[in-house]
């Protein structure tokens, strides 16, 4: 069966979506999530990575920032995501960046255990997926076990509620298959459970605002070429769900959090 992400990932690389992610987020790292370039430079040194480190990413997909975290940091990593479409991607985009020896790619379920020996990295990042798994509990377990003592975890959820949400708009933010959406302090104790020390939250909302209203714009500009390719519906769907992104981002009805927190 195909995972959610699939279909998005078919044609990532081809010259309209590199078009739309320039023009969307001003630098195109090759995401597919809110995060803007800046932001992923700023946190990069929070994971205090070096060539002897080793990387993983929960949810990398197309490895847009992963690529961009190893290329920096010069260390080894690991990406894991249920989409196969997105891990093909991912390993086109590692070779062409000449990163294949850096980067391992693998196709992984994160509902189920992480397929690593405990304390195999020294730090674990995770872009907006969290509100796509079904027990956030028991995966950042896994990360505590995955991680050396003392390694960085940094995620980002973009599913904070942070004010009234319809059942409407619930129903057009998720259209990428199960999303769970949690009330502030829900991901503070549950790492704080899991024994990692949360450090650092900051609130990433305006960075998602950005990003929503320029996927939006650049979408729109593109409509007909977009409606061949995607066919109306899916097109529509699209747009409804930015819009949706927007509006509750801009009432801070959900908003968008980073946690960075320790393995003890
Ligand atoms: C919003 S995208 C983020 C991709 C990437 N982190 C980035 O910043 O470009 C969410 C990703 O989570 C992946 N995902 C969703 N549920 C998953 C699961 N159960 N196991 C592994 N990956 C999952 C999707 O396939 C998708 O690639």
Not at 66 to 90: E, H, P, R
Not at 94 to 108: D, F, H, Y
Not at 156 to 164: E, N
Request: hydrophobic fraction near 40%; aromatic fraction near 6%; glycine fraction near 6%.
């Amino acid at each position: 069966m195909s995972a959610p992400y699939d279909k998005l990932y078919e044609h990532f690389d081809s010259p309209l979506m590199r078009q739309l992610r320039a023009e969307a987020y001003g630098e195109d790292i090759g995401q597919h999530s809110w995060i803007t370039a800046e932001e992923l430079r700023a946190d990069i040194p929070k994971l205090k990575l070096s060539p002897e480190s080793c990387l993983l990413d929960l949810g990398c997909g197309p490895a847009g920032p992963l690529a961009y975290i190893s290329a920096q940091s010069k260390c080894q990593a690991v990406g894991l995501d249920v989409s196969a479409n997105a891990i093909a991607a991912a390993r086109a985009r590692a070779a062409s960046l000449g990163l294949s020896e850096q980067i391992t790619l693998q196709q992984a379920n994160l509902n189920e255990q992480i397929p690593f020996a405990d304390a195999h990295f020294h730090a674990v990042v995770s872009i907006d997926v969290v509100l796509h798994l079904r027990d956030r509990a028991a995966v950042f377990r896994e990360v505590a076990r995955v991680l050396v003592p003392g390694g960085r975890f940094l995620f980002t959820d973009a599913g904070v509620i942070t004010g009234p949400v319809s059942s409407e708009e619930i129903q057009s933010r998720a259209p990428h298959g199960y999303a769970q959406f949690v009330p502030p302090d829900v991901n503070e104790q549950l790492l704080e459970r899991a024994g990692l020390r949360l450090i650092e939250t900051c609130n990433r909302t305006p960075g998602l605002l950005k990003s929503a209203a320029g996927r939006l714009a650049a979408r729109e500009s593109r409509r007909t070429e977009l409606e061949k390719f995607e066919g109306s519906p899916t097109f529509l769907r699209q747009q409804q769900y930015l819009q949706t992104v927007l509006a509750l981002a801009q009432r801070t009805a959900l908003s968008r959090i980073m946690y960075l927190a320790e393995s003890r």
